[in-house]
Nanobody
Framework: QVQLVESGGGLVQPGGSLRLSCAAS????????MGWYRQAPGKERELVAT???????DYADSVKGRFTISRDNTKNTVYLQMNSLKPEDTAVYYC??????????????????WGQGTQVTVSS
């Protein structure tokens, strides 16, 4: 089985910072892209940032210049450093990982996994 476990959410004042972590564990051959998504109440889940296996990063326009995604392949972990937080950043943040595992036929195949979500609340 594969698990993505997130940590680091919480309550922070506007202008503050938080750092989210997401660690992948279990049986897999490798990890391709990893990323962060968020879902605010009454809204659809949206992309926040991604980090590809070849080192490319991508950000939503709303977080560019404030959030930084990083990755430690030795720990199978992806991070999201969030600075200058705004009330509109309030949401449940989800980690996503595209992991390569052997399928039932024995061939490597990419599977998408989600973490359980961590609440980030920005409020004074």
């Amino acid at each position: 089985q594969v698990q993505l476990v997130e940590s680091g959410g919480g309550l922070v004042q506007p202008g503050g910072s938080l750092r989210l972590s997401c660690a992948a564990s279990g049986s897999f051959l490798s990890i391709n892209d990893m990323g962060w998504y968020r879902q605010a109440p009454g809204k659809e889940r949206e992309l926040v940032a991604t980090f590809s296996s070849d080192g490319k990063t991508d950000y939503a326009d709303s977080v560019k210049g404030r959030f930084t995604i990083s990755r430690d392949n030795t720990k199978n972990t992806v991070y999201l450093q969030m600075n200058s937080l705004k009330p509109e950043d309030t949401a449940v943040y989800y980690c996503n990982g595209r992991l390569v595992r052997r399928s039932l036929t024995g061939r490597p195949r990419e599977y998408s996994y989600w973490g359980q979500g961590t609440q980030v609340t920005v409020s004074s």
